[in-house]
């Protein structure tokens, strides 16, 4: 079974620097994807960054990037010039193939502090 | 719709009660989720139809949990004889599934969030 764990349940950042949110997770499975996903107090899941397994390049989007390691299973996300809006939940996930359900981490509640 | 639309936003329920949540998926996606997110967790997946059929339903918990989509677009949860432990974020996804792109992302609606007093 597949399994993700966020080992960091609380994080902090000052407005402007640079976060770096931790995730890892276990599947036997060669085809995956991989995702981020933040939950505001809307509870709205809003999709932040996807990697493709079979891709080595690190996906980026705007000031968000991944640090994809295949072999060591880690997926971390990296908030680039931290804003105040970029407070919310944020969730791992895993994606076996392109389809079925998505497996979530527990979470990382990240506060950004002006 | 140009989101997944759930309703409704809440529910309050006595214990033993009958509940239905509705979720109407972005149109033209095939495949559906349901999720459950308790306080301070992240979202445990329920059941996932493709088209309307309930392609994986190992998530429910206990057979008082039952969720239909007779059309393949609207879903419907329903939770029979509700007990406090059912208190949670009932979380509604689509995406794409068989007959378009494949990004493997799932859109999520703003959820139901259901109180079982």
């Known amino acids: 079974a597949q399994t993700v764990t966020q080992s960091q349940p609380e994080m902090s950042v000052q407005e402007a620097e640079t976060v770096t949110l931790s995730c890892t997770y276990d599947?036997?499975?060669?085809?995956?994807?991989l995702f981020w996903y933040k939950q505001p107090p809307s509870r709205q899941m809003i999709l932040v960054i996807r990697q493709e397994a079979y891709k080595q390049q690190n996906a980026t989007e705007n000031r968000f990037s991944v640090n994809f390691q295949k072999a060591a299973k880690s997926f971390s996300l990296k908030i680039s010039d931290s804003q105040l809006g970029d407070t919310a939940m944020y969730f791992c996930?895993?994606?076996?193939?392109?389809?079925?359900?998505?497996?979530f981490g527990k979470g990382t509640k990240l506060s950004v502090k002006p | 719709g140009a989101g997944v639309s759930q309703t409704p936003s809440n529910k309050v329920t006595e214990k033993g009660k009958y509940v239905e949540l509705r979720c109407d998926p972005i149109s033209g996606h095939t495949a559906l989720y349901w999720y459950r997110q308790s306080l301070g967790q992240g979202p445990e997946f329920l059941i996932y139809f493709q088209g309307t059929g309930a392609a994986d339903d190992s998530g429910l918990p206990n057979d008082r949990f039952f969720a239909v989509r007779p059309e393949g677009s609207v879903s419907t949860l329903k939770i029979q004889r509700t007990e406090r432990g059912d208190s949670a974020v009932y979380l509604c996804a689509s995406s794409q599934g068989l007959a378009g792109v494949q990004t493997g992302e799932l859109f999520f609606g703003e959820g139901s969030r259901l109180t079982v007093l």
């Open positions: 599947t036997s499975e060669n085809n995956y994807y």
């Open positions: 996930a895993f994606r076996r193939g392109s389809q079925g359900n998505l497996i």
